[in-house]
């Protein structure tokens, strides 16, 4: 039961973390706006995320989880086919196509 609660509140810790930065972009997100968004002291939200990059990377890592339903293939290569359909469908996923541009922009910069 407590695992289920901890995993819910890291997914929803993450859906915020989207939201903050397509907001805010990466630079201006920061764990005390994620915090507040999900109800959280700081420190609290440090019990799931110790630092704003592992945040980040947890953002990816759930995208690609979303996008692929488990991730690459066993060899390493996605399939053509699928990628077409990813754009088609995060075209309408207005907050992830938010903040993954903020966060092509910010990286370019």
């Known amino acids: 039961m407590a695992r289920a609660r901890s995993v819910e509140r890291r997914a929803e810790i993450l859906r915020a973390t989207l939201e903050v ?13 994620v915090a507040e ?10 019990h799931y995320f110790p630092t704003k990059e592992a945040m980040l990377v947890a953002v990816l890592e759930e995208r690609d989880q979303w996008d692929t339903g488990g991730g690459p293939r066993s060899d390493g290569g996605w399939r053509s086919e699928l990628l077409g359909s990813l754009v088609e469908y995060n075209a309408m996923r207005p907050g992830v196509v938010q903040t993954f541009s903020a966060l092509l922009g910010e990286s370019v910069t």
């Not at 930065?21 to 706006?33: P, Q, S």
């Not at 968004?37 to 440090?46: K, N, T």
Request: net charge positive; glycine share 22%; charged share 15%.
């Open 37 to 46: 968004r999900v109800g959280l002291s700081q420190q609290g939200l440090l």
């Open 21 to 33: 930065i397509a907001e805010r972009g990466y630079r201006g997100a920061t764990l005390g706006a």
